[in-house]
Protein backbone atom coordinates (compact mmCIF):
# COMPACT_ATOMS: atom_id res chain seq x y z
CA UNK A 1 0.00 0.00 0.00
CA UNK A 2 1.62 3.33 -0.76
CA UNK A 3 1.61 5.76 1.47
CA UNK A 4 3.62 9.16 2.62
CA UNK A 5 6.04 7.81 5.33
CA UNK A 6 9.06 9.16 7.32
CA UNK A 7 12.28 6.67 6.54
CA UNK A 8 12.69 5.51 9.89
CA UNK A 9 8.63 4.55 10.31
CA UNK A 10 9.11 2.51 6.78
CA UNK A 11 12.03 1.16 7.58
CA UNK A 12 10.40 -0.20 11.35
CA UNK A 13 7.55 -1.48 9.20
CA UNK A 14 9.98 -3.57 7.05
CA UNK A 15 11.36 -4.98 9.85
CA UNK A 16 8.21 -6.10 11.47
CA UNK A 17 6.86 -7.19 7.99
CA UNK A 18 10.05 -9.74 8.13
CA UNK A 19 8.91 -10.95 11.49
CA UNK A 20 12.14 -11.05 14.04
CA UNK A 21 11.79 -12.51 17.18
CA UNK A 22 14.30 -10.51 18.73
CA UNK A 23 14.94 -6.97 18.21
CA UNK A 24 17.89 -4.77 20.73
CA UNK A 25 19.23 -1.24 20.01
CA UNK A 26 20.33 1.72 21.51
CA UNK A 27 19.06 4.98 20.89
CA UNK A 28 21.42 7.39 19.28
CA UNK A 29 20.24 10.34 16.38
CA UNK A 30 19.67 9.73 13.60
CA UNK A 31 18.50 5.94 14.48
CA UNK A 32 16.26 6.59 17.44
CA UNK A 33 12.96 7.01 15.49
CA UNK A 34 13.40 3.15 13.65
CA UNK A 35 13.39 1.52 16.89
CA UNK A 36 10.99 3.94 18.13
CA UNK A 37 8.62 2.92 15.45
CA UNK A 38 9.56 -0.81 16.10
CA UNK A 39 8.23 -0.31 19.95
CA UNK A 40 5.05 1.50 19.12
CA UNK A 41 4.32 -1.63 16.54
CA UNK A 42 5.16 -4.00 19.19
CA UNK A 43 3.08 -1.94 22.35
CA UNK A 44 0.09 -1.88 19.42
CA UNK A 45 0.10 -5.22 19.18
CA UNK A 46 0.97 -5.34 15.68
CA UNK A 47 4.49 -6.98 15.79
CA UNK A 48 5.19 -10.23 18.34
CA UNK A 49 8.71 -10.45 19.00
CA UNK A 50 10.97 -9.71 22.04
CA UNK A 51 12.01 -5.97 22.16
CA UNK A 52 14.87 -5.96 24.34
CA UNK A 53 15.92 -2.48 26.16
CA UNK A 54 19.75 -2.46 27.14
CA UNK A 55 22.73 0.09 27.88
CA UNK A 56 24.50 0.57 25.14
CA UNK A 57 25.17 -0.13 21.32
CA UNK A 58 27.62 -3.26 22.29
CA UNK A 59 25.05 -4.58 24.63
CA UNK A 60 22.24 -4.16 21.48
CA UNK A 61 25.03 -6.40 18.83
CA UNK A 62 25.86 -8.80 21.87
CA UNK A 63 21.41 -9.77 22.35
CA UNK A 64 21.23 -9.86 19.00
CA UNK A 65 24.16 -11.68 18.10
CA UNK A 66 22.67 -14.44 21.31
CA UNK A 67 19.20 -14.40 19.79
CA UNK A 68 20.65 -15.57 16.10
CA UNK A 69 22.49 -18.05 17.76
CA UNK A 70 19.75 -19.42 19.69
CA UNK A 71 17.27 -19.62 16.21
CA UNK A 72 15.33 -16.61 16.41
CA UNK A 73 15.62 -13.89 13.50
CA UNK A 74 17.23 -10.85 14.91
CA UNK A 75 17.56 -7.03 14.12
CA UNK A 76 19.60 -4.01 15.50
CA UNK A 77 20.33 -0.14 14.18
CA UNK A 78 22.64 2.05 14.99
CA UNK A 79 24.81 5.28 14.16
CA UNK A 80 28.06 6.92 14.18
CA UNK A 81 29.86 6.43 17.82
CA UNK A 82 26.90 3.07 18.51
CA UNK A 83 28.93 1.55 15.54
CA UNK A 84 32.20 2.33 16.66
CA UNK A 85 30.91 1.25 20.43
CA UNK A 86 29.26 -2.42 18.93
CA UNK A 87 32.16 -2.81 16.18
CA UNK A 88 33.87 -5.51 18.85
CA UNK A 89 31.01 -7.43 18.48
CA UNK A 90 29.81 -6.43 14.68
CA UNK A 91 33.73 -8.58 13.98
CA UNK A 92 32.24 -11.47 16.19
CA UNK A 93 29.11 -11.77 14.55
CA UNK A 94 30.74 -11.89 11.28
CA UNK A 95 33.36 -13.82 12.02
CA UNK A 96 31.07 -16.97 13.45
CA UNK A 97 29.09 -16.30 9.66
CA UNK A 98 25.82 -15.54 12.29
CA UNK A 99 23.45 -13.77 9.92
CA UNK A 100 20.91 -11.02 10.90
CA UNK A 101 20.32 -7.57 10.19
CA UNK A 102 21.27 -4.04 11.07
CA UNK A 103 20.33 -0.53 9.88
CA UNK A 104 23.28 1.76 9.82
CA UNK A 105 21.65 5.28 9.81
CA UNK A 106 24.82 6.59 8.39
CA UNK A 107 26.33 9.55 10.43
CA UNK A 108 29.74 11.51 10.76
CA UNK A 109 32.19 9.77 13.68
CA UNK A 110 33.19 12.30 16.21
CA UNK A 111 35.60 14.36 16.83
CA UNK A 112 34.32 17.21 16.32
CA UNK A 113 31.21 15.94 17.40
CA UNK A 114 28.53 16.34 14.64
CA UNK A 115 25.18 14.49 14.25
CA UNK A 116 24.80 15.29 10.66
CA UNK A 117 25.55 12.61 7.90
CA UNK A 118 28.30 11.23 6.54
CA UNK A 119 28.97 7.72 5.58
CA UNK A 120 32.61 7.64 7.45
CA UNK A 121 30.76 5.03 10.38
CA UNK A 122 29.67 2.03 8.07
CA UNK A 123 33.29 2.55 6.56
CA UNK A 124 34.79 2.51 9.23
CA UNK A 125 33.69 -1.04 9.75
CA UNK A 126 33.58 -1.86 6.11
CA UNK A 127 36.61 -4.68 7.02
CA UNK A 128 34.17 -6.57 9.37
CA UNK A 129 32.81 -8.92 7.24
CA UNK A 130 29.75 -7.59 7.29
CA UNK A 131 27.88 -7.26 3.65
CA UNK A 132 27.27 -3.69 3.04
CA UNK A 133 24.07 -2.23 0.44
CA UNK A 134 24.02 1.46 0.38
CA UNK A 135 20.08 2.72 -0.39
CA UNK A 136 19.54 6.07 -2.91
CA UNK A 137 15.77 6.94 -1.79
CA UNK A 138 13.21 5.14 1.30
CA UNK A 139 11.73 2.89 -0.51
CA UNK A 140 15.09 1.55 -1.71
CA UNK A 141 15.61 1.17 1.88
CA UNK A 142 12.49 -0.55 2.75
CA UNK A 143 13.29 -2.85 0.00
CA UNK A 144 16.35 -3.69 0.83
CA UNK A 145 15.81 -4.26 4.20
CA UNK A 146 13.73 -7.00 3.62
CA UNK A 147 15.75 -8.52 1.17
CA UNK A 148 18.63 -8.17 3.64
CA UNK A 149 16.73 -11.04 5.79
CA UNK A 150 16.69 -13.14 2.51
CA UNK A 151 20.38 -13.05 2.10
CA UNK A 152 21.89 -13.01 5.50
CA UNK A 153 20.35 -16.05 6.46
CA UNK A 154 20.88 -18.03 2.81
CA UNK A 155 24.88 -16.85 3.03
CA UNK A 156 24.99 -16.93 6.67
CA UNK A 157 26.60 -13.55 6.68
CA UNK A 158 25.29 -10.26 8.36
CA UNK A 159 23.93 -7.77 6.32
CA UNK A 160 24.00 -3.77 7.04
CA UNK A 161 21.47 -1.75 5.22
CA UNK A 162 23.52 1.91 5.17
CA UNK A 163 20.79 4.77 4.97
CA UNK A 164 21.93 8.22 5.51
CA UNK A 165 21.36 9.85 8.73
CA UNK A 166 18.22 12.45 8.33
CA UNK A 167 18.70 12.95 3.93
CA UNK A 168 16.31 9.97 4.26
CA UNK A 169 15.99 8.71 8.04
CA UNK A 170 13.82 11.90 8.84
CA UNK A 171 12.42 13.00 5.36
CA UNK A 172 9.00 12.09 4.09
CA UNK A 173 8.55 9.91 1.00
CA UNK A 174 5.56 8.02 -0.80
CA UNK A 175 6.48 4.25 -0.01
CA UNK A 176 5.20 1.14 -1.30
CA UNK A 177 4.83 -1.15 1.58
CA UNK A 178 4.20 -4.50 -0.02
CA UNK A 179 1.58 -7.02 2.01
CA UNK A 180 2.77 -9.13 4.47
CA UNK A 181 1.39 -12.18 2.44
CA UNK A 182 4.08 -10.95 -0.14
CA UNK A 183 6.75 -11.03 2.51
CA UNK A 184 5.95 -14.35 4.22
CA UNK A 185 5.78 -15.90 0.72
CA UNK A 186 9.57 -13.94 -0.42
CA UNK A 187 10.80 -14.57 2.88
CA UNK A 188 11.28 -18.29 4.40
CA UNK A 189 10.77 -18.76 7.54
CA UNK A 190 14.11 -18.22 9.86
CA UNK A 191 16.79 -20.91 9.52
CA UNK A 192 20.42 -21.06 10.80
CA UNK A 193 21.92 -24.62 10.25
CA UNK A 194 24.59 -23.81 13.84
CA UNK A 195 21.83 -23.14 15.50
CA UNK A 196 23.07 -23.37 19.58
CA UNK A 197 20.70 -26.77 20.24
CA UNK A 198 20.91 -28.43 24.20
CA UNK A 199 20.04 -31.64 22.42
CA UNK A 200 22.86 -30.81 19.79
CA UNK A 201 25.44 -29.31 21.46
CA UNK A 202 28.14 -27.37 19.53
CA UNK A 203 30.38 -24.31 20.31
CA UNK A 204 29.82 -21.38 18.44
CA UNK A 205 33.20 -18.72 18.95
CA UNK A 206 35.94 -21.30 20.73
CA UNK A 207 39.71 -20.26 20.42
CA UNK A 208 41.29 -21.43 17.03
CA UNK A 209 44.88 -21.43 16.92
CA UNK A 210 47.14 -20.21 14.15
CA UNK A 211 46.84 -24.03 13.00
CA UNK A 212 43.25 -22.92 11.59
CA UNK A 213 42.58 -19.68 11.92
CA UNK A 214 43.94 -18.68 7.84
CA UNK A 215 41.42 -20.93 6.86
CA UNK A 216 38.44 -19.64 8.59
CA UNK A 217 39.62 -16.32 7.12
CA UNK A 218 39.63 -17.47 3.89
CA UNK A 219 36.43 -19.40 4.38
CA UNK A 220 34.91 -15.72 5.25
CA UNK A 221 36.38 -14.44 2.47
CA UNK A 222 34.79 -16.74 -0.24
CA UNK A 223 31.66 -16.67 1.72
CA UNK A 224 31.28 -12.80 0.91
CA UNK A 225 32.40 -13.22 -3.12
CA UNK A 226 30.48 -16.15 -3.20
CA UNK A 227 27.16 -13.89 -1.46
CA UNK A 228 27.36 -11.52 -5.13
CA UNK A 229 25.04 -13.41 -7.30
CA UNK A 230 22.87 -14.14 -4.24
CA UNK A 231 22.33 -10.55 -4.01
CA UNK A 232 22.00 -10.48 -7.60
CA UNK A 233 19.27 -13.34 -7.63
CA UNK A 234 17.35 -12.36 -4.31
CA UNK A 235 16.73 -8.88 -6.01
CA UNK A 236 15.87 -10.05 -8.86
CA UNK A 237 13.04 -12.86 -7.13
CA UNK A 238 11.87 -9.06 -5.15
CA UNK A 239 11.42 -7.74 -8.66
CA UNK A 240 9.24 -10.32 -9.78
CA UNK A 241 7.00 -10.56 -6.55
CA UNK A 242 6.53 -6.51 -6.47
CA UNK A 243 7.55 -5.02 -10.10
CA UNK A 244 10.44 -2.92 -7.84
CA UNK A 245 14.29 -3.66 -7.89
CA UNK A 246 16.27 -1.79 -5.83
CA UNK A 247 19.52 -2.32 -7.74
CA UNK A 248 21.02 -5.49 -7.61
CA UNK A 249 24.86 -4.96 -6.96
CA UNK A 250 25.65 -1.78 -9.13
CA UNK A 251 22.94 0.14 -11.60
CA UNK A 252 24.40 2.28 -14.62
CA UNK A 253 21.68 5.53 -14.95
CA UNK A 254 21.77 7.47 -18.32
CA UNK A 255 23.52 6.93 -21.37
CA UNK A 256 25.47 3.34 -21.59
CA UNK A 257 27.94 5.08 -24.04
CA UNK A 258 28.85 8.10 -21.72
CA UNK A 259 32.58 8.42 -21.91
CA UNK A 260 32.22 10.19 -18.67
CA UNK A 261 30.93 8.24 -15.74
CA UNK A 262 30.66 9.23 -11.77
CA UNK A 263 30.29 6.72 -9.26
CA UNK A 264 28.52 7.10 -5.83
CA UNK A 265 26.58 5.59 -2.85
CA UNK A 266 23.77 6.36 -1.14
CA UNK A 267 21.47 9.40 -1.16
CA UNK A 268 23.20 11.53 -3.37
CA UNK A 269 22.87 8.71 -6.51
CA UNK A 270 18.99 10.32 -6.37
CA UNK A 271 20.34 13.51 -6.74
CA UNK A 272 22.21 13.21 -9.38
CA UNK A 273 19.61 11.15 -11.23
CA UNK A 274 17.57 14.30 -10.88
CA UNK A 275 20.69 16.27 -12.43
CA UNK A 276 21.50 14.50 -15.44
CA UNK A 277 17.85 14.27 -16.51
CA UNK A 278 18.66 17.93 -17.52
CA UNK A 279 22.50 17.65 -18.45
CA UNK A 280 22.97 18.82 -22.01
CA UNK A 281 22.76 15.85 -24.51
CA UNK A 282 26.18 17.13 -26.20
CA UNK A 283 28.15 16.35 -23.10
CA UNK A 284 26.95 12.40 -21.98
CA UNK A 285 27.43 11.29 -18.59
CA UNK A 286 25.97 8.18 -16.63
CA UNK A 287 25.95 7.45 -13.39
CA UNK A 288 27.05 4.52 -11.88
CA UNK A 289 25.20 3.85 -7.95
CA UNK A 290 27.15 1.58 -6.07
CA UNK A 291 24.62 -0.31 -4.30
CA UNK A 292 26.93 -3.31 -2.99
CA UNK A 293 29.86 -2.00 -1.62
CA UNK A 294 31.29 -5.58 0.48
CA UNK A 295 31.16 -7.67 -0.98
CA UNK A 296 32.66 -5.33 -3.61
CA UNK A 297 31.66 -6.32 -6.93
CA UNK A 298 34.40 -5.66 -9.41
CA UNK A 299 33.31 -7.45 -12.28
CA UNK A 300 29.88 -5.55 -12.51
CA UNK A 301 31.80 -2.52 -12.32
CA UNK A 302 34.75 -3.62 -15.19
CA UNK A 303 32.00 -4.20 -17.33
CA UNK A 304 29.89 -0.49 -15.96
CA UNK A 305 33.46 1.01 -17.48
CA UNK A 306 34.04 -0.31 -20.32
CA UNK A 307 34.69 2.48 -22.78
CA UNK A 308 34.38 4.95 -19.74
CA UNK A 309 37.35 7.52 -19.97
CA UNK A 310 36.54 9.86 -17.25
CA UNK A 311 35.59 7.70 -14.02
CA UNK A 312 34.29 10.48 -11.31
CA UNK A 313 33.97 8.55 -7.62
CA UNK A 314 32.59 10.82 -5.26
CA UNK A 315 32.26 9.71 -1.31
CA UNK A 316 30.39 11.39 1.53
CA UNK A 317 33.98 9.83 3.71
CA UNK A 318 37.63 9.92 3.52
CA UNK A 319 40.71 8.14 5.22
CA UNK A 320 43.03 10.73 6.55
CA UNK A 321 46.20 10.67 5.52
CA UNK A 322 45.21 8.79 2.05
CA UNK A 323 42.08 10.34 0.74
CA UNK A 324 39.29 9.06 -0.67
CA UNK A 325 38.19 5.28 0.56
CA UNK A 326 36.35 4.23 -2.77
CA UNK A 327 38.15 5.55 -4.93
CA UNK A 328 41.20 4.40 -3.87
CA UNK A 329 39.62 0.52 -4.40
CA UNK A 330 38.09 1.33 -7.53
CA UNK A 331 41.80 2.73 -8.80
CA UNK A 332 42.91 -1.20 -7.40
CA UNK A 333 39.97 -2.71 -9.26
CA UNK A 334 40.53 -1.15 -12.76
CA UNK A 335 44.71 -0.97 -12.61
CA UNK A 336 44.68 -4.12 -14.59
CA UNK A 337 41.60 -2.78 -17.23
CA UNK A 338 42.96 -2.51 -20.55
CA UNK A 339 42.60 1.41 -21.15
CA UNK A 340 41.01 1.47 -17.74
CA UNK A 341 39.08 4.96 -17.22
CA UNK A 342 41.24 7.55 -15.41
CA UNK A 343 39.94 7.68 -11.91
CA UNK A 344 39.03 11.12 -9.93
CA UNK A 345 38.23 10.72 -6.15
CA UNK A 346 36.20 13.36 -4.21
CA UNK A 347 34.76 14.14 -1.22
CA UNK A 348 31.85 16.18 -0.74
CA UNK A 349 29.16 16.20 1.92
CA UNK A 350 31.45 15.86 5.12
CA UNK A 351 29.46 16.34 8.54
CA UNK A 352 26.22 17.08 6.47
CA UNK A 353 27.19 19.59 4.09
CA UNK A 354 24.69 20.33 1.60
CA UNK A 355 25.02 18.64 -1.87
CA UNK A 356 23.19 20.76 -4.31
CA UNK A 357 22.59 20.12 -7.92
CA UNK A 358 25.09 22.49 -8.44
CA UNK A 359 27.97 19.80 -7.26
CA UNK A 360 27.52 17.76 -10.76
CA UNK A 361 29.35 20.67 -13.09
CA UNK A 362 32.06 21.44 -10.30
CA UNK A 363 32.92 17.82 -10.29
CA UNK A 364 32.76 17.36 -14.19
CA UNK A 365 35.32 20.77 -14.36
CA UNK A 366 37.81 19.88 -11.87
CA UNK A 367 38.39 16.45 -13.05
CA UNK A 368 38.61 17.79 -16.49
CA UNK A 369 41.26 20.20 -15.07
CA UNK A 370 43.25 17.83 -12.77
CA UNK A 371 45.37 14.54 -12.14
CA UNK A 372 44.50 10.96 -12.51
CA UNK A 373 44.36 9.60 -9.32
CA UNK A 374 44.37 12.91 -7.61
CA UNK A 375 42.00 13.12 -3.95
CA UNK A 376 40.33 16.44 -3.64
CA UNK A 377 37.72 17.71 -0.96
CA UNK A 378 35.54 19.04 -3.48
CA UNK A 379 33.47 21.33 -1.20
CA UNK A 380 35.86 22.72 1.55
CA UNK A 381 36.15 26.05 1.85
CA UNK A 382 40.05 26.98 2.39
CA UNK A 383 39.50 30.55 3.70
CA UNK A 384 37.83 29.20 7.15
CA UNK A 385 41.12 27.42 7.21
CA UNK A 386 44.45 28.74 8.78
CA UNK A 387 46.85 29.14 5.87
CA UNK A 388 49.13 26.18 7.41
CA UNK A 389 45.98 23.74 7.08
CA UNK A 390 45.42 24.79 3.46
Known amino acids: MRQALEGSQAIARAVALCRPGVVAAYPITPQTHIVEGISKLVAD ?198 GRAAGGLLEVIGPADAPTAILCLGSVASTFTEVLEDHPPDDPVKLIKLRAFRPFPAEALRAACIGVKTLIVLERALSPGLGGIVAVEVQAILATVPDAPAVHGFAAGLGGRDMPVELLPDLLAAARAGRPGEFTIADVQLSKLPEEDR
Open 45 to 242: GVMDCELVSVESEFSAASVALGAAAAGSRAYTASSSQGIMLMSEVLYNIAGLRVPMVLTCANRAVGAPLSIWNDQQDSMAVRDAGWIQLYCADNQEAVDTTIQAFRIAEATELPVMVCVDGFVLTHTMEPIDLPDQDVVDAFLPPYHFARMLDPARPISLGTLVDPAWFTEARHSHHHALLKALPVIEQVDRDWQAAT
